[in-house]
Every structure is written in C-alpha cells, then in structure tokens.
C-alpha cells in the first residue's frame, strides 16, 4: 500500500529507500537483500520545527549530500520510495457490512471524511481489504485504509526532485517499520516501538499488517532535557554527555539514574496505557504477543532491560535481518546494532521485491 506507485520497467531493487524524518536523513540501499550503500544527515533545528518543514531548499540539499556522500560510496540510482511519518498519515482499520467493490470505495470515502479534518479531494488515500487477520465467518469486510495529505506529499515530491532524484513510491513509516522487522511467518499480534529522538512511536500489526498507529512526545531529547535540568547545563552539553557516554551508563550511578528515571517511568506508562487502549478499546486482538523496539535508543542495553522489568514482558531488540530476502543474512558494511536505526528506509526497500 503507497499514496504514490509508480510503474518502472526491471528496477528490481535497484531502488533507494529514504526516510525523512523530524530530525534526520536516513537512506539505504540494497543489493541482492544486502546493504550495499546507506547515508545520514542530521536535520538542523531551523529547517524543520515542530514537526513542520520550514526550508525545503535546506532539506533537498541534506538529502543530496546523505545520497552522494553514503558509505562507502554514492548511491548512483535516482529513483527512491520515501516514507511520510505516523504523524503526518492516517491510517485506521474499518469494518463494513459485506458489499460489492464500488460500495467499498464509497465507505472509504465516508470513513476519510469522518476522522480527519480534510475533504477526499484534499488527500491522496489508499485501501486494501485485509479479512485473511479475521474471522470470515461475521459478515463483515476489513478494510486498512492509509492517508495522507496532498499537501504533505506534494512537499515531499518536490524536495526529492529538487535533489535530483525520482520519487517512485511514497507509504507510512508505520507500513515501512512492519516490513523491516516483522517475520514472514509471524502470525501474531506485534507491538513494534521506535524509541526516537523526539518521539516514540506504536505501531500493532496483525499477521504483519499495520491496524493500529501513535505517538507520544517521551522520546531521548525528553531525557537529554531532564539531564540538562538536573545538572543545572545547556541541552547541548546535556546532549553531548548522554552521547559520549550513552544512557546505558546513567544506570550504574543512583544519582545520575535519577535524572533520567522520570522520563522512563513516564514511557513506561504511556506504553502500558498505549496497550490497555488497543485491548480493551480497539479490541483487535486478544494479546500482545511481542514487543519488538527499534530507534536509536534500541541500542542501549539497560533501558530495554528496565522497560521490560517494569512492564514484566519480553522485550526484543528489533533484528533488521528478518525482514531482508538475502540467503546471506548478513550486513558487511554495517554494525546491527547501527542497522536498526535505518528500519524504516530497510523497510522502504524491500517493497521493490513483493
């Protein structure tokens, strides 16, 4: 599913999945189901501000130098599928009485005009009838249904050509994410986690198939704020010891833990809530059967294990590996534990190959 599809002849996967984020540029690109090439920039404070792109010159220029300045060389293919992010689509799972294929177009239709505050004519939308997640015995049709402004994407389109590449798809970062880590075989109810720089994102997905999507503001800024208020310093010096010594280290001394413990407790509460809403509110599934997190905060070793004591679940480090088609099931020119940070671009990719 994509708000934008373009038909190429024989790209295979010579394709470049970007992800413009809030706060940086990811980009990738694979060969045989193996990272061959990936970028990244971080994104300045001026060009994007509180979640909207304030200098579109400034972040095609980004997005050039993150193509032809990749490791451990340039990308040469043009042709990229990007993802818009969770905040910026909308994407709902709907229910409908057993009807004929123009009918179906028509609920989606009402159901897009229903929940978000813009007229069909003023987004580009896509749907896909899903009943193979639930009982086909209730006599009703399942419809994902994904949306995004034109607005939004037309901006999209135009940074990337004005970086001089072609934009041959554009989909959610929540479908992207689902791609990358989820297992083919997965039958289950996974709640996937991107614990972010300025925010942390939810995404459900059943059988592999996003249904449900949020986000909260406690993110790892959240955390570098709370370093900065406790020692009395700027957020850039808060910033640039929460770097050089990572967060892991925060846990081995109570007086530096208690600067970032708040922050924690408060994630661990909004996912709690997060997963009481999607089961008792949404009632899509019976269970949360897995929690796989991905971000950048992934890689700290003792915020999974906190999350997962007081949340009393398993919790997995997102292996970007599962998703990829490769025999070789290997990242020569990157680190895992660097690799999950690019997800969401990984994810991008390997749509060329369904």
Not at 208 to 229: W, Y
Not at 242 to 259: A, P, Q, R, V
Not at 298 to 316: A, H
């Amino acid at each position: 599913m994509s708000f934008l599809s373009k038909k190429v002849v024989s790209f295979s996967d010579d394709v470049i999945g970007l992800d413009i984020g809030a706060t940086s540029v990811k980009a990738i690109h694979l060969e045989d189901g193996v990272i061959k090439n990936y970028g990244f920039r971080d994104i300045p404070n001026s060009v994007i501000v509180n979640g909207k792109i304030i200098n579109e010159k400034k972040l095609s220029e980004i997005v050039n130098i993150v193509i032809n300045e990749a490791k451990p060389n340039k990308m040469k293919t043009k042709k990229v599928i990007c993802s818009i992010s969770e905040s910026k689509s909308f994407l709902r799972l709907i229910s409908v009485p057993t009807m004929n294929q123009d009918e179906l177009s028509e609920a989606v239709k009402w159901e897009i005009e229903a929940n978000i505050p813009l007229s069909v004519d003023q987004v580009y939308y896509d749907w896909k009838v899903i009943d193979d997640i639930f009982p086909k015995d209730d006599g009703r049709v399942h419809i994902l249904v994904l949306a995004a402004a034109k607005k939004v994407v037309k901006q999209v389109l135009n940074i990337v050509d004005n970086a001089g590449l072609e934009t041959i798809g554009i989909e959610s970062e929540s479908t992207a994410l689902v791609r990358a880590l989820s297992d083919d075989k997965n039958k289950k109810t996974v709640l996937i986690i991107e614990l972010g720089r300025n925010k942390t994102t939810f995404v459900f997905a059943i059988k592999n198939v996003p249904c449900f999507t949020s986000s909260i503001p406690v993110s790892e800024q959240m955390i570098v704020s709370q370093i900065a208020k406790k020692f009395n310093v700027s957020n850039e010096k808060a910033r640039k010891l929460e770097e050089k010594n990572g967060i892991n280290s925060f846990f081995e001394d109570e007086y530096l833990f208690s600067s970032i413990e708040p922050a924690l407790k408060n994630l661990v509460s909004e996912i709690e809530k997060t997963i009481d809403f999607y089961l008792e509110g949404l009632r899509y599934s019976e269970a949360v059967d897995e929690i796989i997190v991905c971000g950048k905060m992934s890689k700290e070793k003792n915020v999974i294990t906190y999350l997962s004591k007081k949340l009393k679940r398993e919790i997995k480090v997102g292996n970007i590996l599962a998703g990829l088609n490769s025999d070789k099931k290997v990242l020569p020119i990157i680190k895992r534990e660097v690799a999950i940070q690019y997800a969401t671009a990984i994810g991008l990719t390997l749509d060329c190959n369904e």
